[in-house]
Nanobody, 117 residues
Framework: QVQLVESGGGLVQAGGSLRLSCVAS????????MGWFRQAPGKEREFVAA?????YYADSVKDRFTISRDNAKNTVYLQMNSLKPEDTAVYYC?????????????WGQGTQVPVSS
C-alpha cells in the first residue's frame, strides 16, 4: 500500500509563493505517476499537475506552478508562485500507475492553502 502525507500549506498573500511537499511510503515510488489536485470550498476537486516522465498542468496554473519529484526522498513537490485568491483550496497529492487513473489512486489527507487578497 502507498501512504501519502502532504505538508507545506498555510496562509499566503496574493502574489506570494508556497512549496508543498508530499512524502510517499514504499520503495517503488519512482514507478508511480504523482500528481496534485485541489478542492476549493463548494467546488469539485480539480486537477492541478502531474508528473511521469513529463509535466502536465491545468491551464489555470501553467507558468505559475511547477511539479517536481525527488525519488531518493520519496517526495513530490508543488512549487506555487504568483498565487491568486482563486488558488485557495485544499491541495491533495495523488499517486497511481498512470495519469488517466490518478484520480482513483492513492490520496493524501490534504493541506490547506488560503490565499488572501
Amino acid at each position: 500500500q502507498v501512504q501519502l502525507v502532504e505538508s507545506g500549506g498555510g496562509l499566503v498573500q496574493a502574489g506570494g509563493s508556497l512549496r508543498l511537499s508530499c512524502v510517499a511510503s514504499g520503495r517503488t515510488f519512482s514507478t508511480y505517476v504523482m500528481g496534485w489536485f485541489r478542492q476549493a470550498p463548494g467546488k469539485e476537486r480539480e486537477f492541478v499537475a502531474a508528473a511521469d516522465g513529463s509535466q502536465y498542468y491545468a491551464d489555470s496554473v501553467k507558468d505559475r506552478f511547477t511539479i517536481s519529484r525527488d525519488n531518493a526522498k520519496n517526495t513530490v513537490y508543488l512549487q506555487m508562485n504568483s498565487l491568486k485568491p482563486e488558488d485557495t483550496a485544499v491541495y491533495y497529492c495523488a499517486a497511481d500507475w498512470t495519469i488517466p487513473t490518478l484520480e482513483s489512486g492513492y490520496w493524501g489527507q490534504g493541506t490547506q492553502v488560503p490565499v488572501s487578497s
